[in-house]
Every structure is written in C-alpha cells, then in structure tokens.
Nanobody, 115 residues
Framework: QVQLVESGGGLVQAGGSLRLSCAASVNLFSAYTMRWYRQAPGKQRELVASIGAAGNRDYTESAQGRFTISRDNAKKTIYLQMNSLKPEDTAVYYC?????????WGQGTQVTVSS
C-alpha cells in the first residue's frame, strides 16, 4: 500500500524558512517523479514544484528562486526547502506521486506565514 507522509509544517514569520519532508513507501522510488502541491483556503490545489527521476526540477513561478525541491532516494524522501516565505505561501502542502497509473496524496502539512 502506498503511503506518503509529510512533515515539517508550522507557523513562521514572513521572511522565514521552513523545510518540508515527505516520506514515501513505494517500490522503485527513485524511478518516479515526485511533486509538491499546495492548497490555500478557498483556492484550488496548485503545483508548487516537481523533481524527476533524473533529478530534474521544475517550479511554479511563485516558488522559483525561493523554494528548492530535492530527493534522497536511499531514504525514499523528498524535501521542500522554503525560504523568504510570504503570507501568500500560507496553505496546506501535499506530497504527490503518480504510481502505477494511480495518483496518491499525503495527508498534508499546514504552513502558516504571518505578516
């Protein structure tokens, strides 16, 4: 059974940093693209960043230059280092994988940025 478990969220002041983690229980973890999404209150879930099997990274415009996605295949874990946080980054952050044709999501971790 696929499980994605996020951690690392919390309350931080604007300009601060947080590091999110997502531990995955999947086989051949290294072969799969992993993604971070977020959902703010009253808004649709949106893609924040992705990292492919080759380590290639993509970011949404709002995350570019401030967030860094990384992965540790030995630990089957991905990370999202978030710097220079803004109040508009406040959201629940979700880990995502498309695994054997099915989408899986973690339970989410709340990030709240105060002004």
């Amino acid at each position: 059974q696929v499980q994605l478990v996020e951690s690392g969220g919390g309350l931080v002041q604007a300009g601060g940093s947080l590091r999110l983690s997502c531990a995955a229980s999947v086989n051949l973890f290294s072969a799969y693209t992993m993604r971070w999404y977020r959902q703010a209150p009253g808004k649709q879930r949106e893609l924040v960043a992705s990292i492919g099997a080759a380590g290639n990274r993509d970011y949404t415009e709002s995350a570019q230059g401030r967030f860094t996605i990384s992965r540790d295949n030995a630990k089957k874990t991905i990370y999202l280092q978030m710097n220079s946080l803004k109040p508009e980054d406040t959201a629940v952050y979700y880990c995502h994988i498309l695994y054997t044709g099915r989408e899986y999501w973690g339970q989410g971790t709340q990030v709240t940025v105060s002004s």
